[in-house]
């Protein structure tokens, strides 16, 4: 149950759950699999950031910038995680994003390689190497169209 506080005019109002905010480069397949993770309890907010971000760097900026425009509220316990694949990301890149959430206090949460593998191991083991994410998607593609 919420804490509860005490408004001016004596009425009790519950506090609100705090809110997890995802910022993903990808615009399909992470918001699919994070919007499972929503109850009642546990509020996530996926904001889905266009595809010229997909450096970690600039995501993480990119991330700032949005949450610029959003209701966010650390202090009441609202937490923001930057998504994103390992991929095309040079060590630098991955070391700058990382100075950079610590700076915002966000969090930084990547797949190696891509997020597409990592749902992908959610329907079947995968012991053969994918070359790349658009490899992911075409087996997970294939593995959802037998179900």
């Known amino acids: 149950?919420?804490?509860?506080?005490?408004?001016?005019?004596?009425k009790v109002k519950r506090k609100r759950n705090p809110v997890v905010y995802l910022i993903c480069e990808g615009s399909e397949?992470?918001?699919?699999y994070f919007k499972r993770f929503r109850s009642r309890g546990c509020h996530i907010d996926i904001i889905p950031i266009t595809s010229q971000y997909k450096a970690a760097d600039k995501l993480v900026q990119k991330a700032r910038a949005t949450m610029g425009h959003q209701p966010y509220y650390p202090k009441d316990g609202d937490v923001i995680w930057c998504v994103f694949d390992r991929d095309d990301n040079t060590d630098?890149?991955?070391?700058?994003?990382?100075?950079?959430?610590?700076?915002?206090?966000?969090?930084?949460a990547y797949s190696n390689p891509a997020f597409e593998l990592w749902y992908l191991l959610h329907f079947q083991e995968q012991?053969?190497?994918?070359?790349d994410c658009n490899a992911a998607i075409r087996q997970l593609k294939q593995t959802i169209d037998k179900s």
């Open 1 to 10: 149950m919420g804490r509860i506080k005490e408004l001016d005019r004596g």
């Open 29 to 32: 397949t992470e918001v699919r």
């Open 127 to 131: 012991t053969v190497p994918l070359a």
């Open 92 to 108: 630098e890149m991955l070391r700058r994003a990382g100075q950079l959430a610590e700076k915002e206090g966000y969090f930084l």
